[in-house]
């Protein structure tokens, strides 16, 4: 269950830095068609980079963060609950932060900060995981003569 953790843990970082490419992605393919001529409106449907970072900030991410916190009340990990508990929250505050960034898009740059947060508690957590000793081997409970 550890290294689930540690993999989970990881896997959502990943899944940060993925999002940071396709939002860039998606914003410097609009630049690229204004400059050629088109017009980027509510009209407009979203382009690749776009879509992949909803879908993978709207799905993807938060299915790891669920999993990671149930893994983490079986993984035995000292401080393992607490550190996925962050994940957690700060996964649904990103979402959240998305959404108000829709109608305030001063927001955004919130959403950006949280997303810093994001990919270094979840880096932190499966380091620790990582750096967590073995569990003792069981001792015999025969009582030595």
Known sequence: MKSTYRVL????????????????????????????????????????????????????????????????????????????????GLVVLQIALAFVAWGAPVIGALHGANALALIAVAGMAGKRAANQPAAAAPTSTEATI
Do not use: R
């Open 9 to 88: 843990a990881q896997l959502i970082a990943i899944g940060v830095l993925l999002q940071a490419m396709t939002i860039a992605l998606g914003w410097f393919m609009v630049l690229k068609d204004v400059d050629g001529g088109a017009v980027f409106d509510k009209n407009t449907d979203f382009n690749f980079g776009q879509v992949a970072h909803g879908m993978i900030g709207l799905i993807a991410i938060p299915l790891l963060a669920i999993l990671l916190l149930i893994v983490s009340f079986f993984a035995g990990i000292a401080g393992g609950v607490k550190w996925a508990a962050i994940v957690f």
